[in-house]
């Protein structure tokens, strides 16, 4: 995500855009779907409030080509060369967004403001609706409307369908192509910002379109984000990387603005600004930011304070209460204040101070402002397919810690082992060596230091007992019933675990007892072994139609596990015909 002049708004669209991106692995309900949906209007909104500062920019550039074309013409032709490749890419975003709603919502696209399509309930208005047109039959009005409703958010094969086709090759493949104009565009703005390296870094970032993981887990960075994506994830990432693509423009044309001639081109007012590492703070850690003034002076660090402050007017500015109890004063490094406050309770914490910075006409203050979110370490972990852990089974599991990549996190448990399957999407199996409980715990990687973010419990049970069978024995009204010389080749007794979920777990009976009736006398033999011994063929032979055979005593045993129990299994009476 792009880190430059983002409002705390933003800063909370990005956090929460990392959480949902986490949810979608799971079987999330429909307010989850309609939440991220909402984060995805906030990210729209966010971009237009971008373009609206863009457009202020250009304004300037303008202005100054105007007044002294030899000197800036040439940066203004540079900055609306940005212009010119950041709008085709937002627009062929914008595209690709477009028809992914018309392909889930069959057609069907609602665009405009959500007051504008939407009723008081919150449905669409249906004479707003653009059924079955194509992106370029639009107005371009339209075409720069933001997503107003989607309805079929869980779709998880129109965004790898429509945006990654098997029967196109790459280079026609829409993924593909938006993955080589992001190229461009982060060449264009490097080849820009001169040597510039903090700003490189965070376009090289900010367009990162590079493999995700390794080896059988190596991704494209296409594959990553549309094969197998909720729409409403899709989406949402589309609308994500209009967000950062057009934040990356503004800071870009900002850095060009402020090389112009800081003489010549003068700001019409100064900002305080404060930039949180991040807004999404765990209790217990440390909550960091940077502090500065904008146009600042290389030769002269400014005075900062943190904590509450009154205005005198006129531009002047005090401090409430004593220094180092209700404010403090922050250690300020080449203009910049590094600031850091240790969290103790959860919620939303506003902040903010003022900037002193002494000029030829006295100190002028900068006022400032911010706030974060301070939230418990907290863990989710969700068994695939139950809520229980089975012994000596391969149990998936789906696991993540909001705020954190799924690279970033490791689990262990303490009772058997647990592998990752597919670490990048958070994946694992746990599988348990004994009954009872086992604990899972999640760590995650902070500031390059293992810390706990929380565990699970788990009940863990036996995997259920099969069923003993004879092949060809059939259920009539009630009874098994087989025929004589169909249970003399069937050779034995099976034992199958019917309506299990998970795939590999294997029974063999090991021994079982047959009782019939042979020469008019009830027998009964033992074996040891699924097989038929000769005596029990002998008494199956013999015995009349009508007549039962019952097995008895039947114990069986896994085979696809060891430290597993004989399991003793029901008896089984067969109707001879």
């Not at 405009?112 to 609706?129: R, Y």
């Not at 693509?245 to 600004?273: C, H, M, P, Q, W």
């Not at 005090?318 to 600031?339: A, P, R, T």
């Not at 029990?536 to 005593?553: A, E, H, L």
Request: glycine content about 8%; overall charge positive.
């Amino acid at each position: 995500m792009a880190a430059g002049n983002l409002s705390p708004r933003q800063k909370m669209i990005n956090m929460m855009y990392l959480v949902l991106t986490a949810l979608l692995a799971l079987n999330v309900s429909k307010e989850v779907l309609q939440s991220f949906f909402e984060v995805n209007k906030g990210i729209e909104r966010t971009t237009s409030n971008f373009n609206l500062k863009n457009s202020e920019t250009y304004s300037a550039f303008n202005n100054a080509a105007e007044n002294n074309p030899e000197k800036y013409q040439k940066v203004r032709d540079n900055a609306f060369e940005v212009r010119k490749k950041s709008a085709e890419v937002v627009m062929y975003l914008q595209e690709m967004k477009y028809e992914l709603v018309s392909a889930v919502d069959g057609g069907k696209v609602y665009l405009g403001k959500t007051l504008d399509v939407l009723d008081e309930d919150g449905k669409p208005i249906e004479d707003k609706v653009i059924i079955d047109k194509s992106f370029s039959d639009l107005t371009e009005n339209q075409k720069k409307s933001p997503i107003a409703w989607l309805k079929n958010k869980s779709n998880r094969d129109k965004s790898g369908s429509l945006f990654m086709p098997k029967n196109l090759g790459q280079n026609k493949r829409k993924a593909n192509i938006l993955k080589n104009k992001i190229t461009d565009y982060r060449d264009l703005l490097i080849s820009l910002v001169d040597s510039n390296q903090s700003l490189i870094d965070e376009i090289n970032m900010v367009c990162d379109v590079s493999n995700k993981g390794s080896g059988k887990k190596l991704q494209t960075w296409e594959e990553y984000n549309f094969v197998d994506m909720p729409s409403v994830g899709a989406l949402t990432i589309l609308s994500k990387i209009q967000s950062d693509l057009t934040n990356l423009e503004s800071e870009v044309i900002n850095y060009l603005k402020r090389n112009i001639d800081a003489k010549s081109l003068k700001f019409s007012s100064a900002e305080g600004i404060a930039i949180p590492k991040s807004n999404f703070v765990l209790r217990g850690d440390s909550f960091r930011a940077e502090i500065f003034i904008t146009a600042k002076n290389e030769n002269q660090n400014p005075d900062i304070y943190v904590g509450e402050y009154d205005s005198l007017g006129g531009g002047q500015y005090s401090m409430i209460g004593e220094e180092g109890k209700d404010y403090e004063v922050v250690k300020v490094v080449n203009g910049k204040g590094l600031f850091s406050k240790r969290t103790t309770s959860e919620g939303n914490k506003k902040w903010g101070g003022l900037i002193a910075m002494k000029t030829e006409r006295g100190t002028k203050f900068y006022p400032f402002s911010g706030e974060y979110l301070v939230a418990a370490k907290t863990a989710v972990v969700s068994p695939t397919n139950m809520n229980i852990l089975y012994l000596e089974v391969d149990n998936p599991l789906k696991i993540s810690v909001p705020g954190y990549t799924a690279g970033e996190i490791t689990a262990v448990i303490n009772n058997g082992k647990i592998s990752p399957t597919k670490k990048t999407l958070g994946e694992y199996t746990a599988r348990p060596s004994k009954k009872g409980k086992a604990l899972v715990t999640l760590y995650a990687n902070v500031d390059g230091k293992r810390a706990k973010m929380g565990d699970m419990e788990f009940r863990v049970k036996e995997v259920p007992p099969p069923k003993a069978e004879v092949t060809g024995a059939k259920n009539i009204n009630g009874s098994m019933v087989i025929d004589k010389m169909m249970m003399v080749n069937a050779g034995g007794v099976l034992a199958r675990l019917k309506d299990f979920d998970f795939k590999g777990v294997r029974y063999t009976v090991v021994s079982f007892r047959l009782t019939g009736v042979y020469k008019g006398e009830q027998m009964k033999e033992e074996t040891r072994g699924p097989q038929f011994s000769n005596n029990m063929i002998n008494i199956i032979k013999n015995v009349k139609s009508g007549n039962t055979i019952t097995i008895s005593n039947i114990k069986a045993k896994r085979v696809d596990a060891k430290n597993t129990a004989v399991r003793p299994l029901d008896p089984l009476v067969l109707e001879i015909k």
